[in-house]
Nanobody, 122 residues
Framework: QVQLVESGGGLVQAGGSLRLSCAASGRTFSSYGMGWFRQAPGKEREFVAGISWGGGSTYYVDSVKGRFTISRDNAKNTVYLQLNSLKPDDTAVYYC??????WGPGTLYNYWGQGTQVTVSS
């Protein structure tokens, strides 16, 4: 069982930055691929970024490439999502998720956090 808790969301102006964190419980964090998703009001949840077990491989959706960076610190059981050059369209609840199978958009994620709100004003 893995419990995930996100933090770091907030209100920021367009062009600004935020750093989201996702802290995981348990001693097997390094066994999980990790992903970040987001869901905007009235829209379906979408995959944003994923990172492999050791952090050596990452995957980004096209709309955030060059602006967002996913990373992880297995010693701290934490995965991060650095959000730069934020746009109003990035406004959403951001969720982290863990999977024993992979870290891509088509991966089945076993565990989810409760989400953290990111609001970007124009």
């Amino acid at each position: 069982q893995v419990q995930l808790v996100e933090s770091g969301g907030g209100l920021v102006q367009a062009g600004g930055s935020l750093r989201l964190s996702c802290a995981a419980s348990g001693r097997t964090f390094s066994s999980y691929g990790m992903g970040w998703f987001r869901q905007a009001p009235g829209k379906e949840r979408e995959f944003v970024a994923g990172i492999s077990w050791g952090g050596g491989s990452t995957y980004y959706v096209d709309s955030v490439k060059g602006r967002f960076t996913i990373s992880r610190d297995n010693a701290k059981n934490t995965v991060y999502l650095q959000l730069n050059s934020l746009k109003p369209d990035d406004t959403a609840v951001y969720y982290c998720a863990a999977s024993i199978r992979g870290w891509g958009p088509g991966t089945l994620y076993n565990y989810w956090g409760q989400g953290t709100q990111v609001t970007v004003s124009s």
